[in-house]
């Protein structure tokens, strides 16, 4: 029964990829990954463009993806939610209560784009991998997207005020963030409330920004930039390309 409302609603997850199975996306546990279409943000380093938009193609039936969910419990341990930009989607709490009622864990990747249905999603997730970019008043300058940090903000403030697990993280580029700015954005990170926090290094590999790629140079930031960060946070790590992402 819930299934045919669903249908007849019109709220079927947009589904634009799925992995059955991952060992990184959630902390410690196995999962499959789902990959939901759409994202109003053009970031220049993004690795799924061909999620960015959301086609009226739906190449991954969310009630075939419930069909091998069904067939996994027992085997996988959470699912895993990101795009895209998973709360683009109007389903996705109705996804992720099926998801839950299965018995897996759920899993949330999000930019914190849209605040509140990040908010309404939260009662059903159990860890949160949140993105933020750079310093909040600097967001149009990486998404090219005027005022696209004052969201941000909201969301991250729901995730922390949410008490759920979470790891707060940011791609660092010499062409978005110069090691003050960087170095600004941590502080601010820090005086909300963040205490888990990873810094990404760029990866060249996938990206289709030929400026970006030839701007990036490795071990970027540096070790004394490293080094006046991390005590800010009670849980700090730099995450280099190559190295896993969970």
């Known amino acids: 029964m819930r299934k045919l409302l669903l249908k007849e609603e019109g709220r079927l997850l947009r589904v634009g990829g799925y992995t059955p199975f991952s060992a990184t996306e959630y902390p410690g546990l196995l999962s499959a990954v789902v990959f939901v279409q759409g994202c109003p943000w053009r970031c220049g380093y993004c690795h799924n463009t061909h999620l960015q938009q959301r ?19 027992g085997m996988l341990d959470a699912v895993v939610f990101c795009g895209g930009e998973a ?50 008043e600097r967001y149009a300058d990486v998404t090219g997207v005027a005022g696209s940090g004052a969201p941000v903000r909201d969301g991250v403030a729901a995730i ?67 080094a006046e960060i991390a005590p800010l946070f009670d849980n700090f790590s730099v995450r280099r390309p190559g190295q896993a992402t969970g």
Request: net charge negative.
């Open 55 to 73: 086609t009226r193609d739906n190449p991954n039936a969310w009630k075939d993806i419930v069909t091998r969910l069904e067939r996994r419990a």
């Open 160 to 226: 922390l005020a949410s008490g759920v697990d979470y790891e707060c993280r940011t791609t660092v580029h010499p062409a978005h963030l110069s090691p003050a700015m960087l170095v600004e954005l941590a502080q601010t990170l820090s005086f909300m409330g963040v205490r888990n926090y990873v810094l990404q290094e760029f990866r060249a590999t996938g990206c289709a920004d030929e400026t970006l790629v030839a701007r990036a140079f490795p071990g970027f930031p540096q070790e004394d930039v490293v």
């Open 87 to 136: 709360t683009m989607d109007p389903a996705l709490g109705e996804a992720m209560a099926q998801v839950r009622a299965m018995g897996f864990k759920i899993g949330l990747e999000t930019a914190c784009i849209y605040p509140a249905r990040l908010k309404s999603v939260l009662p059903l997730v159990d860890w949160v991998g949140f993105d933020v970019k750079t310093t909040f």
